[in-house]
């Protein structure tokens, strides 16, 4: 398997502000990582495709210049969510392929909150 | 990836086996089925997969139906920690990179 972190678990910050959230693979070379944003009660949206020493794909809808993301090692993503605003208060959870290529491993999520 | 259609709660008493159902009637053939469990504010948890036979692990066991249309996940014996979101996934395996499109999921209340 492969055991994913997330930094922080939670963050409060103001509008206007950016925020980075962390995603590490703890044991595993993740060449690939998943970032999903989920809202109260509702399901788990892809954002996007963190592809390790290239840029990343982004789904549909999703802004590429507010999401930046960044997969500089093969254990470590980073979504930046810039200009942060009410509405993008969330959680934020990011996922890898491990060794079992069958399988996803989900990080515990951080949790956005924009006052 | 094909879209799956799952009830959106549904109840089940604690030691009975849960039965979770998911239509997936537009799947193709390379396309595997796999089930998640999202307990609340975590990220979720893999379950089980499976293409076309049955299978079983220590935590459940997956039927496909055999026109592969719809698939049913089995908790054998329902305990008050298998209270989640449960969601269902088909994901194809000879793409580049395989992602998976969450469906609303259900949610199972497992009562004392």
């Known amino acids: 398997g492969a055991v994913v972190s997330q930094h922080p678990s939670w963050v409060i910050c103001k509008s206007g502000t950016s925020v980075k959230i962390e995603c590490r693979s703890l044991d595993f070379q993740a060449t690939t990582m998943f970032w999903y944003r989920q809202f109260p009660k509702q399901s788990l949206m892809l954002m996007a495709t963190?592809?390790?020493?290239?840029?990343?794909?982004?789904e549909q809808g999703v802004e590429k210049d507010k999401f930046l993301i960044n997969h500089a090692s093969l254990t470590l993503s980073t979504l930046t969510v810039t200009s942060a605003h009410p509405e993008d208060s969330s959680f934020y959870i990011c996922?890898?392929?491990?060794?079992?290529?069958?399988?996803?491993?989900f990080g515990p999520g951080t949790r956005l909150t924009v006052t | 990836d094909a879209k799956t259609t799952q009830p959106t709660s549904m109840d089940c008493a604690e030691g009975r086996a849960a039965n979770l159902p998911c239509n997936h009637s537009t799947i193709s053939g390379n396309e595997y089925v796999y089930w998640y469990r999202q307990i609340h504010s975590q990220g979720p948890q893999y379950i089980i997969h499976?293409?076309?036979n049955n299978e079983t692990n220590e935590m459940a066991s997956l039927i496909i139906t055999e026109d592969r249309k719809s698939s049913t996940l089995i908790l054998p014996h329902a305990t008050l920690r298998d209270t989640a979101v449960y969601y269902c996934i088909v994901r194809a395996t000879t793409s580049g990179t395989y992602k998976y499109i969450f469906g609303t999921g259900t949610r199972l209340k497992v009562l004392a």
């Open positions: 963190s592809n390790e020493g290239s840029k990343a794909t982004y």
């Open positions: 996922s890898v392929y491990g060794d079992r290529a069958y399988e996803q491993y």
């Open positions: 499976g293409l076309k």
